[in-house]
């Protein structure tokens, strides 16, 4: 028989060729690339086949599906007497794999596998988003519809129609939509690629519906540009009766960090750090990215006053009726409120609209033209990747003294285009007057 010492010594040669020991039917090759394997050789009515037992690796490679010498012998000798009995194993195998799924597995069935593979990958606001628009309009359509009955012509029309949704929900937010129906499509397409590793099912017919579909009418966030419409809204939300509730703190904050807008209101106080003035905080968008927000005296003073209302809670914007998040979901409706959410007849939005998310351009565009920091340096602020042409595999620069001057400056910018508003306002006033 093969021994252990025979097997370490067998080494890929320069050839296109497997190289191979061979002991009374139980073969070990090794291809050029180094992988070896282990092979049963037998013959049947005169024809000769190759049966593959399994794979053996060293120490070097442990992740791969390995079988030592003792358990090669052990499978070698039951895989011959089974030949002996008359028995071709490598067509019962060849048989075994053409054979189509004869249980009629359906999609609910995969959702809990689907659940634990995709869950692990991304953060748990990605993670709510997907499962939650699985929820909504995958499952409920197509939950208990076997996987073998499932086809792209269904799937297509049924995102469509999510696509071409007019329908408006409690929040006053569009439900459905292009982006979300492409973003539903790619899950129920990865969700079907668990079925298919899972030998229930061959084909995934949701492959490529995404692509189908309209494309997403891009619509950029409605920011503010102009120092004095800046300077009204700073003016207002300061002024406002309300200021001091979780959405006033929330709208006065957004200007000064400048996050994405569901990002800021998932802070959590153990991400905080008020001795060294800094939010340590994970990009959900990128994937678990590490980013450090510098905060200036005037976030830290907003945050102070947050603590006096859930510094016992996990999130700084805790909510008791978010039951499933367990913090605020959105500051637009304080927004409203406050007049700056005014559109037309057209639902296009007037001169005093602005979505949270816009402050990310009101800080690049303006930080720049008020010279308190370049394209790059902002954009780290912002929490970009960097657009260098290798991206981050030589630029790992963090540049965060830098970005810490720059956050106070922008605070300090913040401040005084509010006091000038504030002042023209009180002047417009005693004209008036």
């Known amino acids: 028989m093969i021994t252990i010492k025979e097997i370490l010594a067998l080494k890929p040669m320069n050839t296109e060729k497997r190289h191979s020991v061979e002991r009374g039917g139980l073969y070990i090759s090794v291809t050029p690339f180094g992988e070896k394997n282990w092979y049963y050789r037998y013959k049947m009515s005169g024809v000769s086949y190759w049966y593959v037992l399994g794979n053996f690796c060293t120490a070097e490679s442990p992740n791969r599906i390995t079988m030592d010498l003792k358990s090669a012998r ?20 060849i048989q075994k794999r053409e054979e189509k799924p004869t249980t009629a597995y359906k999609v609910n069935d995969i959702v809990e596998d689907w659940k634990k593979i995709r869950q692990g990958k991304v953060v748990k606001n990605t993670w709510d988003k997907e499962f939650g628009r699985m929820e909504k309009y995958v499952l409920p359509k197509f939950g208990n519809k ?12 049924e995102m469509l129609k999510i696509s071409e949704s007019t329908q408006i929900g409690k929040c006053g937010r569009r439900l459905g939509g292009r982006e979300t129906a492409k973003r539903t499509a790619r899950h129920f397409s990865s969700l079907i690629d668990v079925a298919i590793k899972f030998g229930k099912v061959e084909n995934n017919v949701a492959k490529g519906v995404a692509e189908m ?27 406002d009766k309300r200021k001091g509730d979780l959405q006033g703190i929330g709208v006065r904050l957004m200007p000064h960090v400048f996050v994405r807008h569901s990002e800021m209101l998932m802070m959590k106080w153990k991400e905080l750090d008020f001795e060294k003035r800094e939010w340590n905080r994970t990009i959900s968008k990128q994937k678990k990215i590490a980013h450090r927000v510098y905060l200036s005296p005037q976030v830290i003073a907003l945050l102070k006053e947050a603590r006096m209302q859930t510094g016992t809670k996990e999130y700084v914007f805790h909510s008791n009726e978010a039951i499933k998040t367990g913090h605020i979901s959105t500051l637009d409706t304080r927004l409203t409120q406050l007049g700056w959410k005014q559109k037309d007849k057209d639902q296009k939005p007037l001169e005093r609209c602005v979505d949270m998310h816009g402050f990310r351009t009101t800080a690049t565009s303006l930080g720049q033209d008020e010279e308190l920091g370049d394209h790059a340096l902002i954009d780290m602020c912002v929490g970009h990747k960097t657009k260098a042409v290798h991206g981050e595999a030589y630029d790992r620069a963090t540049r965060y003294k830098e970005r810490k001057v720059f956050m106070d400056n922008w605070s300090n910018f913040l401040d005084k285009t509010r006091k000038e508003y504030s002042v023209q306002q009180a002047k417009e006033q005693l004209k008036l007057a």
Do not use: C, M, W
């Not at 052990?74 to 195998?93: A, D, H, K, M, S």
């Not at 076997?146 to 029309?157: G, R």
């Open 213 to 239: 579909l309209p494309d997403h009418e891009t619509v950029p966030s409605k920011a503010l540009l102009e120092k004095n419409l800046l300077g009204a809204y700073l003016h207002e939300v300061e002024n």
């Open 146 to 157: 076997p996987l073998l009955k499932l086809n792209t012509f269904d799937i297509y029309n």
């Open 74 to 93: 052990t499978q070698f000798y039951f895989e011959r007497g089974r030949v002996e009995n008359g028995i071709n194993i490598q067509l019962i195998r």
